[in-house]
């Protein structure tokens, strides 16, 4: 249960201070809808084994600062930080979100280098913001904070020509971030995503984020999320995506960091033929708790999901994954397929599974499968007599077992950055013990 | 001789993909027929259509089989008048016992026939004859229904129930392919066995491999959902030497 | 061809077979719920003071609490007042002391249920104990039983004969807090079964108790204990039948089992209560607590449940494994038609060293109705070695049917070795056709398919429960296929 709230009298005053734009009249809906449902709490059911208390705190400080330092100087410069190195490691237009601000030099950057193929727009200057999600509490705390967010459209039968990076980056202590991406992808178009996630200052921080993306007919969109979160961070993150007929998402989620991390993955199947295939990886220890829950609802078939997340537990960490297949009346043909696997090292550390499937249509092939173990016994002793060490051999099958989610990498400019980070986290985790 | 299978003017499609093109073909009792053909020229739809698959829509022409309109039944009626298929992918079906089904199988074409329902002794008793001439080990009885069979297992499975349905006729669906020497002269000797003069068997083949253990009396060749050519066995040599393409470009002349 | 594989749908169903009413004077109390009606169930059963104290706080908690809805169930609001809590055929007063005392028209009920007490359960040596609405009317083979030092006897006599031993195991696994329904239960029950095997005692006979609501407006309310001492070893088979009434009518049974060290229960339940007309109008309210507490090292508790009835099911029998080496299994067929939902699953709480479970749920959905698994897989911290699979397939029979799957995996420990498989599917069309060219007809040829679907779960059960358990099948299927 939630031992703290948000400071519904600071949140208001917050909320009144905002700036007054195109957002005004979803910030004061979303607000009016947070308030009356508040922070999730361990007893609803989606929320059960996370609790967001930490971030309820974080929160209320941050309001605070913001109300002070409001009353201060009306305006904050943004301060002035160097080009993070993690920009030259992977081949990618990058846009840089600060504590939830939108760098305006990078977005200028941006709309020269991909102007031609993605128009973007901030989202304070939408005329019609009524698309943006606010249903459920987290969506709606992210709309009623957020200072601002970036709309991208891909234009039919555009084929962006390299990666557009997103990278997320948060600095002070007791911040708390509401970031909103919205991608339109028109009919037959493509774009690849590389979002990273991290934090330049090891204080506590919170961010929100939400993206929103609604592919049209024969769209491709290719994600891949990769969070390197400081100890001390708590991020939620929620995609909501759409699928009109034939087209494809391919998702991928590696959660290395963060004290507490929860992703939220939402996909409509509106089309047939649709496919979305989402694949997600978690390494962690010491009191790391990492949540992903999915949800892929297929409205109409024929249509594929499929989705695999794996993890390597250790120390006191916990991880929870909880992945929903629906198929509605009527969803003839649907192809649905989850499985999660977890590599439990430690003790002290826990997973909490629970794949999903509710069916309501006669035509399927579902199937979902978990399962909890440790390193085969068998092939350890294998490796061990072919020379190897107990300690290399665990680290070559526990990066066996983690390269299965590689194999599946959406795009393929963040590969080399990965399979360095992923080798050195999955080092930490193991030795972490 | 009588006719035991008429087939007129056969048109036949699946999914939109109209396969057979006005097929024709006439099998009397007592006889074995092989037909032939390159992939895709319509014999497993054939197959198929003379069973009854509702995925195959006849779009027109006549099957005729001892005398009545085969198309008029449904699957479990053509079965127990006596038209057998013999599947190229036979379906497994856990947990349902292979004993068990041959058993309802058998009883149901009795019954359909006026004939008294055999017993479970009596049942076994005749299982286990048919099975010693097939080879086949008694275990087979007691497993789920072509469940974790081989594929040479499932076919001879095929040919098991084959001789305890006694079809009239008998239909065999690339009932070679997949098997070694031994299993394809093991269901050689098994169909050899069950040739009879009441009985006619189609054999339904894309090589001529299964044709030096069987011998048939008509040897058809299909290409494009009609019957091109027909011959006695030396067809089946001539077409193995000479490939299907001598064939069709000699029909196509 | 008339028929199309692909669209199997649903026809009109058989009448419910055992939906006759007796024509029994019976002693009710009237509608509703208050201490004053714990108190007069208490006192119509003559129970000692603790009975009547452990129900009255039973009733006062269940006030503070609320129905759960966290079931993938709909159905109306329930009327606890208007609901009758206590009724017994008139001769209760007099209790039968022997089969010949018993009310012909009863023993006539149970011939038409198929139970016929003295033929078949000597013919079958199994020992019935027969519970009609609220009260336990016959116990057979009773003296049999009592020279092997097994005691198996009505609920109501088990307060009053060994008050020592209810004293120290009533509640004990499913305490009255537990939920809500088991604190109803607790404050309610009637009767039930109780049954104690002996330390070492391998009991001699399949034990038995057929359940039947037979009363208007009367919920039923039984409890059911079951201790194996240390190294005894005991099956026990359990059927439920209800007669049709438009309105629908509650069950709310808790039954609770103790294994002792090295001890084994086996636990078959064939549940066919009336399920409601096509149109899902009355029919049966199934809420039941079950749950077995392998309390001793290397003990054994093993549920098989065949659900073909209610029109709702809300039942989840489980196992603690508190022993170290202890085994728990779960091996389900639920099928619903028509209106009829379930929610139904386990429960598998490893604690112990070493336990293993084994979870197998076959569900076959047909109709409009709706069916769910839910089952909770929990390996505590201690509990090293544990083993647990899971298989957890789902049939489903026409396009407005529905078949969930709720898995909790909850595991704290890092040897562990946890794997859960689910499938959901429909009859193939190859597997009909392939039938179907054999000369089986699709009706038939559905059945051998949905029972091939079970064989799994129907080899866990007694010779003579599995084959009613097909039969069921092939009833409640009826009319399915199209």
New interface residues.
Partial sequence: MNVSALDQELFAAVIHAMPSDELSPVRNQAANQFSSLGFPTTRDEDWKYTNLSAAAEISNAWLRNRMDAAAATPSLPPPEVARPEILNQMDAHWLIIRNGSIDSSSLAELQNSLGPDIEFSKLSEQTDSTHINIDDPMSAMNAALLIDGLRLQVGANVEVSKPLGILQIDDPSQQASQIRIVIDLGENSRLQVIECALSADSGMQFSNAVTEASLARAATLEFVRIQTRSEQHIGVNRLIASLARDATLRHNAFDFGGALTRNDISVNIAGENAAAHLHGLYLASGKQHIDNHTRVEHRVGPAISNEEYRGVLNGRSRGVFNGQAVVFEGADGTDANQANHNLLLSDHAEIDTKPELEIYADDVKCSHGATVGQLDESSLFYLRSRGLDQDTARHLLTQAFAAGILAKLAVEESRNYLVDILDRRLSEVLDAG | MTNILEVKNLQARIAGNTILNGLDLTVRAGEVHAIMGPNGSGKSTLAQVI?????YEVLGGSVTYMGKDLLEL???E???EGV??G?QY??E?????NA???K??VN??RR?NGQEEIDAFEFLKIARERMALLGMDASFLNR??NEGFSGGEKKRNEIL?MAM?EPTLAILDETDSGLDIDALKAVANGVNALRDPERAIVLVTHYQRLLDYIEPDHVHVLSKGKIIRSGDKTLALELENRGYEWVQEAASA | MSTDPNNIESLVNRRYAHGFVTDIESDSLPPGLNEDVVRAISARKNEPPFMLEWRLKAYRHWLTIQEPEWAHLHYPQIDFQDISYFSAPKSDKDRPKSLDEVDPKLLETYDKLGIPLHERARLAGVAVDAVFDSVSVATTFKEKLNDAGVIFCPFSEAVIEHPELVKKYLGSVVPHRDNYYSALNSAVFSDGSFVYIPKGVRCPMELSTYFRINAANTGQFERTLIIADEGSHVSYLEGCTAPMRDENQLHAAVVELVALKDAEIKYSTVQNWYPGDENGKGGIYNFVTKRGDCRGDNSKISWTQVETGSAITWKYPSCILRGDNSVGEFYSVAVTNNMQQADTGTKMIHIGRNTSSTIVSKGISAGRAQQSYRGLVRVMPQASGARNHTQCDSLLIGKECGAHTFPYMEIKNPSARIEHEATTSKISADQLFYCRQRGISEEDAVNMIVNGFCKEVFKELPMEFAVEAQALLNVSLEGAVG
């Fill in positions: 069973a009854g698959h509702a995925d449904e699957p479990e053509r079965a127990r057998f298929l599947f036979p379906v079906i856990p947990g349902v016992n068990y089904l041959l309802a199988a149901a074409k359909h789920g229904v129930q349905l």
